[in-house]
T-cell receptor
């Protein structure tokens, strides 16, 4: 079955620590995205990538970093510079990243701070 | 600044009745709108969309209405079923001069359909 796999499902971060969230897709989609969901708020875009080895900042990129070395993979690192990292993180992909393409989402990673 | 707003955090309806979920937006550049549905512990899944050149789009039990002058859209589910119980997100996009269509999401509305 084609889809998007996010791991781990739950992740805990100690203060000052960097953590990396994994996102893998086998849909052969060019574009991948990271969104953050906080209670009572909509999904907010962190980073997106339309092609391998290229990515762009979204609305709330500060304190996060990404890489896109392979088409299938788009890991997100939450750095120690992100002062409020507790949130639900969703990875998504779309065919080419063009206007009006629907997004396919993974099942998310809940990140909490110890 | 919340450009897409779903002002009702929750909605409860009886099975068989109509569910109406509302969404308001402030950015007049938005020209494409989508609804996503999310079950607990799962990612959102695409439900239905509408372009700004239309005022209605229907897909089975789901209909989305767009009122551009009021900057308002609504999702109607008729008849509602218990399996429709989920969080519904409204989202909007605009080309913004680029080929990339960024989605702006609302806060979501929790729909509960009682048997």
């Amino acid at each position: 079955d084609g889809g998007i796999t996010q791991s781990p499902k739950y992740l805990f971060r100690k203060e000052g620590q960097n953590v990396t969230l994994s996102c893998e897709q086998n849909l052969n989609h060019d574009a991948m995205y990271w969104y953050r969901q906080d209670p009572g708020q909509g999904l907010r875009l962190i980073y997106y990538s339309q092609i391998v080895n290229d990515f762009q900042k979204g609305d709330i990129a500060e304190g996060y970093s990404v890489s896109r070395e392979k088409k299938e993979s788009f890991p997100l690192t939450v750095t120690s510079a992100q002062k409020n990292p507790t949130a639900f993180y969703l990875c998504a992909s779309s065919y080419q990243g063009l206007l009006n393409e629907k997004l396919f989402f993974g099942s998310g990673t809940q990140l909490s701070v110890l | 600044d919340q450009q897409v707003k779903q002002n009702s955090p929750s909605l409860s309806v009886q099975e068989g009745r109509i569910s109406i979920l509302n969404c308001d937006y402030t950015n007049s550049m938005f020209d494409y709108f989508l609804w996503y549905k999310k079950y607990p512990a799962e990612g959102p899944t695409f439900l239905i969309s509408i372009s700004s050149i239309k005022d209605k789009n229907e897909d089975g039990r789901f209909t989305v209405f767009l009122n551009k002058s009021a900057k308002h859209l609504s999702l109607h589910i008729v008849p509602s079923q218990p399996g429709d119980s989920a969080v519904y997100f409204c989202a909007a996009s605009s080309a913004g001069g680029t080929s990339y269509g960024k989605l702006t999401f609302g806060q979501g509305t929790i729909l509960t359909v009682h048997p």
